[in-house]
């Protein structure tokens, strides 16, 4: 039994009769186990024309295909993901509104 299920059961124990029909469905859902599956990564890089095999720590690009030590830099693989764009859209949502300077008073 492991601690997930002894977790469970105890958690079962405390419900009171009201939530009898709460702790059925928190029971379906602890037994019932999804299995989520990541794409397979690919053995080669994604860059046209090269065949080296990808290692451990090659990792994956903004633009979300993973190339080779020599093709991992942007501009070298043509990356299609907006740096700039992306850029722009973090400092306006970290910023809130736009930035206004203070006018100088004239003497």
């Keep these: 039994m492991s601690f997930f299920d002894l977790n469970i059961t105890k958690i079962l124990e405390d419900l009171n009769e009201e939530n009898v029909a709460v702790a059925d469905q928190l029971e379906q859902v602890a037994t019932s186990t999804i299995q989520i599956q990541a794409p397979p990564r690919p053995k ?61 008073d004239t003497i």
């Design 44 to 104: 080669k890089c994604c860059k046209e024309g090269c065949k080296k095999k990808l290692m451990l720590s090659d990792f994956p690009c903004k633009c979300s295909q993973i190339f080779c030590s020599a093709h991992r830099m942007p501009e070298v693989h043509e990356c299609s993901f907006d740096f700039k764009k992306a850029a722009t859209d973090e400092l306006k949502k970290r910023l809130g509104s736009a930035v206004i300077g203070k006018k100088v």
